[in-house]
């Protein structure tokens, strides 16, 4: 008997309840048997295509996800004007290696930002680096007027890959930078991918407050040419590399953040934010970064729409602008929501592409994040399973304030960097059920929040 | 001061050690960073290709993998004669429908073990079940001098996709028996297929005793032909089938399992056993089915091969011939391992495609599955979370005995029947990380049942 009643005393502190399991059944139910990303992306991918800020194909993309959203019948619908920079690449890069034997042509791509070079092109001796430290080290004397190859690879061994991008990515974005200051030609980079492929990898670059004199182009390269390069480096120290790119950075114009608003029945100054970034790199469709997580926030508004009872909380979701090169439409949000003293108590934000979810990652507080830890049981006949404080998403991240919870949905990231920011992140890499699961994961957590509100709010139910 | 004793005391609990934390991240480390796999796996896929029983691609792979594996030293590697059925496909099939107004071609595959079409082919209408039971309501009246096409779709809100599979895929292993009583004219099987796409699935069938002349053939054809079918139907209830398929069933032919073992220094009389299948479908590659499971279980013994301690029990890679279609290399290793009184008290298969891993199902008693989950920690760093109770693999079922452990490995299963059975399972639908994690998570359960045994024989070492 004193068994039984601390099993009953047990079950009571459960921080949900019996309607718990059923509506995240049919949230799971409905995605994967009715649901309306899959179509949405095929649309995003396949009808516009890339979506770099400023581009006619993030102008569509706007006009398109407000339409769709309109569609919905949501309590408002809108757009958010900012003011976004514009870089375009021009005509497709060319890059060669050329040894005392034979030439070599190169899979190449300017980096997003970059200056072009010169226009019949960079030529120049080749210095293979291990990173920005290593550049450091070996200084003017040895970088001044050869093109710097930055050729770390990221680390294999580590689980999560996005630890084994961050590994890397400075490279990528700093690397022209520090590399300039030294009076280097040019910069090339090892693609941040964990295959061996032919595919190089655009990505964001800073030339910070570097005088404009110093500023020098920098490009990517494929991992099997970053692998080429360095074996021939070896063999050949005197060998030329060299690249031509007519990218340029042109005025800011304005774009848009996408917005759509459920107002909340109970609570309506209270937001609960829901996003993915509408914008895209150039080269592919964007189709895992960010087209997944932009259909993936739309299904979660047009679910809780669904539900039997409207929702307590105020419930929007935001397709940011800009995320990849400036990530203006995050800054943006966050200063009017502040301005007008909005008060976000959660954000959410697909970003790490349309795989198989795992769980997510939370930046909160330990009461916080003692709260959603106590769902997790209500996710594990989805194979949800990873809840784990961590960042969040570049869009939300200046939403943050004391005593507001941020979650990024984390999916499996195996075969990520396969496709992040080259021209094959398009539509057939995305499978259904994977996409479905995630956007039917992330309304789920959406769900509990407005139902039950942050930690700080909430009130524990008896399980029934 | 009680605090810090209850802690040591759960802590004493823990059934592994630091050693094993370290043990796993080297198995892992090495796996991502020099497995083997991903190599057999191309040579497997690229160069030998399908591998049905009986056929040449078949012998071809037991004589590859015998040779990789007496390349790894092992103490012993042999070839285990069984008989195997041999059916031949014969030229590719063809179908179409054809209603009063157009005809459509069909992509159409016969099932495994079907007998051919007459020559001139198959022509009839087309009665659509929704199953076996379905069917047998329907009666002879209905069926008798007609195709029956078997149109039940798996369950798309299953989140475990095998489950589905389970759920309709006795249409297609009997369902040309079940219509072959009522006289039927054939069978069409819609393919077990999440997805809808244009690959048709083969797989086994059976006529189990059916006379002869109540033995008709029986095909499946590809989603998208399924829906175009059952929608034509709709609209005219008259309309013709017709198919063509010469496969063949010949006399069984002998085949081999290919073995390898290290025996055991302190308990050489303990066998563990870790495999997969080496026959495939004939459509494809069997790069998912089993080429992922044969390579995984090579670098299982590769990787403890490597360890700094041999292992105490005797460990034995086992590659099964003929699980597709009969099972025969998985009877006959049970039969030998009976006859000669081995004590196996494991087996682990893969056979669920190389998919990032989720996990193990085990099919055990509760006290050798509490030993299990007590290992749970050790596997999280590598986001390893299924821990259930379930079937294993079955070509390991055959030696199921009390006090024996057996578990399947689970991989993440959204994608699998995208795949299963299909001209494309091949090479470029595997991912090298995803395969090399898989083997590594095989590995470490491996590495924890030689070092500890099973439930029954262990001892509570203190974590140190």
């Known amino acids: ?276 970034h509408l914008d895209s790199w150039d080269l592919g469709d964007g189709s895992h970064d960010d087209g997944a997580g932009v259909v993936q926030s739309m299904e979660v508004i047009r679910l809780m729409s669904l539900h039997k009872n409207r929702p307590k909380r105020s419930l929007r979701v935001v397709l940011f602008m800009n995320e990849e090169n400036g990530l203006r439409g995050g800054k943006k949000y966050a200063q009017e929501a502040k301005s007008k003293n909005e008060m976000h108590i959660m954000a959410l934000e697909s970003d790490s592409g349309g795989f198989t979810p795992r769980g997510f990652s939370f930046d909160c507080s330990d009461e916080e994040f003692a709260q959603v830890k106590s769902w997790e049981p209500l996710f594990k006949p989805y194979l949800i399973h990873y809840f784990e404080k961590g960042g969040s998403g570049a869009d939300i991240g200046p939403l943050k304030s004391e005593g507001m919870v941020l979650a990024g949905l984390r999916p499996d990231s195996q075969r990520y960097f396969d496709y992040h920011h080259t021209a094959i992140d398009t539509f057939d890499a995305v499978n259904k059920r994977e996409l479905e699961l995630g956007a039917a994961t992330m309304t789920s957590l959406v769900y509990l929040y407005d139902k039950y509100g942050t930690a700080k709010k909430i009130t524990i139910p008896v399980k029934n």
């Not at 516009?48 to 569509?60: P, V």
């Open 1 to 276: 008997m004193r068994f039984l009643t601390l099993t009953l005393f047990l079950l009571s502190m459960s921080l949900y309840g019996q309607d718990d399991e059923k509506t995240l059944k049919s949230i799971y139910d409905n995605s994967l048997s009715n649901g309306m990303s899959y179509v949405w992306l095929e649309h995003l991918s396949n009808e516009i295509g890339g979506r770099l800020s400023g581009s006619e194909g993030a102008q569509r993309a706007v006009e398109y996800t407000q339409a769709e959203l309109l569609k919905l019948g949501l309590d408002k619908v809108w757009l958010q004007p900012v003011m976004v920079p514009k870089w375009v690449r021009g005509e497709k890069e060319t890059g060669f290696v050329k040894t005392n034997k034979q030439r070599y042509e190169l899979n190449i791509c300017a980096l997003g930002g970059s200056i072009a070079t010169p226009e019949e092109g960079l030529l120049g001796e080749v210095i293979e680096v291990q990173g920005i430290a290593d550049l450091k080290e070996m200084g003017e004397a040895e970088v001044k007027g050869k093109i710097v190859f930055f050729n770390r690879a990221m680390d294999e061994t580590l689980i999560l890959t996005f630890q084994a991008y961050g590994g890397c990515v400075d490279q990528r974005y700093a690397g022209a930078m520090e590399a300039g200051k030294l009076g280097a030609l040019g910069v090339i980079v090892r693609s941040p991918n964990l295959r061996l492929d032919d595919f190089p990898h655009t990505g964001s670059m800073t030339y910070g407050d570097l005088p404009v004199e110093q500023r020098i182009p920098s490009a990517a390269i494929s991992t099997n040419d970053a692998e080429m390069l360095s074996s021939l480096l070896e063999k050949d120290k005197n060998l030329k590399l060299g690249f031509k790119q007519r990218c340029e950075q042109l005025d800011d114009v304005e774009s848009f953040n996408v917005i759509g608003e459920i107002t909340g029945s109970e609570f309506p100054n209270e937001y609960i934010v829901v996003g993915g």
